[in-house]
């Protein structure tokens, strides 16, 4: 496991697919102190305040990557989290680790090349503040807890979980993931700003069941707010 270690950085996913593409064995991973262009979900950005997140990028070959792999990622990620800073976190699918109902950490996965992607974590730590357009749905560790973290001892036992609950076969993630989420069955939640309805488990694959008025859908991707 090799990690590289960068002060400044556009986005750590960037860097990690350079790698990949080079031939970076499986768990190599690059995390960085600040981020200027930070990659986030859906085409956003990602706020990354220098020195005071965690921002790291992991390059995961796997033989088959299951669709259950990125709710995987946010089990391990939020189990990183819980254990090290002792809190309790929460998740929103398919893999937002929240902290009082506000955003605490985000995961994204892109495809590098054939049987390789690139795991992509920010977790919000030691921020005081956010920018005015997301402080209501944002939180760091130390606005929650009130003191600093440890960024070193959080980042080493992120990257130990992820590498492990990969691993983990889809009967086994859907099983973790219904118990350590609130948002799985009888959460009324608003998708993509229009569509409303109580969530109602998952399906065999993963993706998120809807209670609508109009009957169940289900939900494949998108944004998943509290209605």
């Known amino acids: 496991m090799t990690i590289h270690r960068l ?12 790698l990949a593409r080079q031939g970076a064995g499986h768990g190599t991973a690059v995390v960085a102190e600040e981020q200027t262009a930070g990659i986030g979900r859906h085409g956003h950005s990602w706020h990354s305040e220098p020195g005071a997140g965690l921002y790291l990028s ?16 946010g089990l391990a990620v939020q189990r ?4 090290t800073a002792q809190v309790s976190t929460d998740l929103r699918w398919p893999n ?5 109902e506000r955003k605490l950490a985000g995961i994204m996965v892109q495809s590098a090349d054939p049987g390789v992607l690139i795991a992509g974590i920010g977790v919000n730590v030691n921020h005081s503040a956010f920018p005015d357009d997301i402080s209501a749905l944002a939180t760091s560790l130390k606005l929650e807890t009130g003191h600093a973290h440890d960024k070193e001892s959080l ?7 992820c590498l492990r609950y990969v691993q983990l076969d889809k009967a086994e993630v859907l099983r973790r993931f219904e ?13 993509d700003e229009k569509l ?17 008025e109009t009957g169940i859908e289900t939900i494949l991707a ?6």
């Open 80 to 83: 990183a989290i819980d254990d």
């Open 96 to 100: 937002d680790v929240m902290l009082n």
């Open 155 to 161: 980042m080493q036992r992120v990257l130990a979980e």
């Open 58 to 73: 992991i390059v995961l070959r796997l033989p088959a990557a299951a669709p259950t792999l990125t709710m995987a990622l």
């Open 7 to 18: 002060a400044t950085t556009a986005s750590t996913m960037v860097d990690a697919t350079c």
């Open 179 to 191: 118990q350590h989420s609130s948002y799985i069955k009888g959460k009324s939640v608003i998708v």
């Open 196 to 212: 409303r309805g109580v969530t109602a488990g998952l399906d065999p694959n993963g993706f998120l069941l809807l209670r609508t």
């Open 222 to 227: 998108g944004g998943v707010r509290p209605a």
